[in-house]
């Protein structure tokens, strides 16, 4: 068990590989209740939201979610987000556990009237059940009673125990649900998706596999891969930003960044063979020369080999392009890749 | 948890069996246990002085990389190859084919101030 952003929670429930693996064979579910739970509404919701977050709300019909960002005055990242159109005028935000507070308070100094904030997350909890059993899991859950959501969409039903949002959402690369609810649901709902998940192999999964899995689609981690000193542009997340956009925070940095290009990239990179993991907070060396400090690593057990992320000059910032990773003083050859390091096949 | 009688444990949860002079050194049950998920390990060269409690190799998880310190004093005369290929072996079998490195036993007297599996047993709570 660890803290995480004030949680206690288990880094891996079984082992991190056999979890790993079962959420890309069938199917793994994860305790997701530390994630935030902010809601935003009122006639003034939409337009403000705009203004606070990178991606362009009014592409969201009712029942639909965007990644998206919250970011500083200079482009950089405080958080990174799903926001959900709930129903018309009401928006869910799902942020992350060790940002909730800090988001809450900049997004309250921000607040304009005819908007509402209310931070939900101490009342909610969650569950994502990911893996490409993951459907028939859903079947089973709720026997008929809703429809599965689609891909990007969330819907609501109303359970004896409250309300519970069923989001076509995850972080692992494979389809999946995210379930979020008030707490009292929470064991009876957990309990259930093990025991009907059962026949499929399922494995309840920790914070371990969590990451092992997001890091083979580089899905950037806040805190890791995501910062305050660095831009969404500079993450190659420039899908998720508007600058069609007249107004938010951190434009006029991104829209200067998109017209002289960014100084930096964040890339994915793969170690050539057998090596030591690469971890975070490595040396990243091109001619003998350090280049970057790499933000995340570990060994894909998809792949069976080291893979980690870095923002490398971009110059740099080439597929196939040859650079050394240092661990405990010896460098190992290692290569930027397209993203994902992870292709499914299926 | 495994403890094998005829070992002499650490309190950094090394083992040693003892064996034609030689301390044949690897990684407790208990262990193996909270690493996990072995996918690397970092061994000494052959030849190497290794001194006690003094890091000796590194054993890797998915998670987290660990220190092995030398239980005893001495060169190293037998490395375990096979983890080269199969360090999950650390894990399955951290007794027998998952066992690290061999030392000479320069200080013999050092096995005194081992565990015995009864008192390693106790402090790990079995």
Known sequence: MVDFGGWHMPVQYGGILEEHHAVRNTLGVFDISHMGEVFVSGPEAKIWLNEMLTNNVERLAPGECQYTFLLNEQGGVIDDLLVYLLEDARYLLVVNASHIDEDVAWLEAHRVPGVTIENHSDEFAGVAVQGPRAVQLFDHFFEGKISRPARNEIKRYDADCGTVWIARTGYTGEDGFELFFHAPC??????????????????????????????????????????????????????FVDLGKPKFIGRAALAEQRQNGVPRRLVPFKMKGKTP??????????????????????????????????????????????IEIEIRGRRFPATIQKKPLHNKTA | MNVPEDLKYTETHEWVRVQDGQARVGV???????????????????????????????????KAAGDIYAPVTGTVVAINEALENNPALVNTDPHGEGWLFAVTLDKPEELDQLKSAAEYAAMIGE
Request: aromatic residues 6%; glycine residues 10%; contains cysteine.
């Open chain 2, 28 to 62: 407790t049950d208990h262990a193996q246990a909270e690493l996990t998920d072995v996918v690397y390990v970092e061994l000494p060269k052959m030849g190497a002085k290794v001194e006690a409690k003094a890091a000796a190799a590194i054993v890797e998880s998915v």
């Open chain 1, 277 to 322: 993991p690469p971890r975070s907070h490595y040396g990243v060396f091109k001619n003998g020369a350090l280049i970057a400090q790499t933000t995340s690593g570990t060994v894909s057990p998809t792949l069976g080999i080291g893979i980690g992320m870095a923002y490398v000059p971009t110059e740099f910032a080439r597929i196939d392009e040859e």
């Open chain 1, 186 to 239: 929470a064991v009876n709902i957990w309990n259930t998706i093990l025991e009907l998940g059962e026949p499929f192999g399922i494995k309840p999964c920790g914070l371990g596999a969590r990451d092992t899995l997001r890091l083979e689609m580089c899905y950037p981690l806040n805190g890791s891969d995501l910062s305050p000193e660095h831009t969404p542009l500079e993450a190659g997340m420039s899908f």
